[in-house]
């Protein structure tokens, strides 16, 4: 049941995003997604099982944007600022995956799967799709810098960086880069 599956998801996310998950119940969850709580159990054996389930969901919409921003027709140097500036909008928007990129996983929130913890899973992953999108000659080696960049303006929340701020800072020579 596919329908049903996407509905759930979207009822639980739903859910999450009105309260903490350990107030979310699956009666309500079944009741939004207009199918039976047996249906939510037979689709994923419990709270636990629709909760990661919901974070795979997240992180998998999240890596799409990366692939998107990767994948768009400009120089290696906007496509990584990109996907800095993707993650830094969808982190702060989404709590599920700002959770999977810093690793803080707080009581309002379903925990992952034992394979998806790990702040550096998450971050390792767009910085190897980055590196297979770029040829090793157009700046493959910036992705690591393209990510953490990103990743500390959702660590230490402040103003958004501007238009071209991202691209600007990835664009520049790497004054430090010299004798490697």
């Known amino acids: 049941m596919p329908a ?11 859910a999450l995003t009105a309260r903490p ?33 919901l974070v795979r969901r997240e992180t998998e919409r999240y890596l799409d944007g990366v692939d998107r921003a990767l994948a768009a027709p400009a120089p290696p140097a906007e496509r990584l600022a ?13 709590p599920l995956v700002r959770a999977l990129l810093t690793g803080y996983w707080g009581a309002d929130l379903p925990l992952p799967a034992a394979r998806a913890a ?3 899973r998450l971050a390792g992953e767009v910085r ?3 590196a297979a999108a770029l040829t090793p000659g157009e700046g493959a080696q910036r992705c ?3 990510v953490r960049l ?3 303006y959702v660590i230490v929340p402040g103003q958004e960086p501007g238009p071209g ?4 800072l990835l664009s520049a020579p790497n004054p430090t880069a010299g004798g490697r």
């Open 4 to 14: 049903a599956r996407e509905s759930l998801l979207e009822a639980a996310g739903a």
């Open 21 to 53: 998950w350990s107030a979310v119940r699956m009666v309500e969850v079944a009741a939004a997604a207009g199918v039976s709580r047996q249906t939510l159990y037979n689709e994923f054996g419990g709270k636990a099982g629709l909760g990661s389930a």
């Open 82 to 94: 990109a996907v800095a500036e993707w993650t830094v909008r969808t982190a702060r928007a989404h």
């Open 118 to 120: 790990g702040p550096g």
């Open 128 to 130: 190897d799709r980055a």
């Open 144 to 146: 690591e810098l393209a």
């Open 150 to 152: 990103a990743l500390s």
């Open 165 to 168: 701020e991202l691209l600007r």
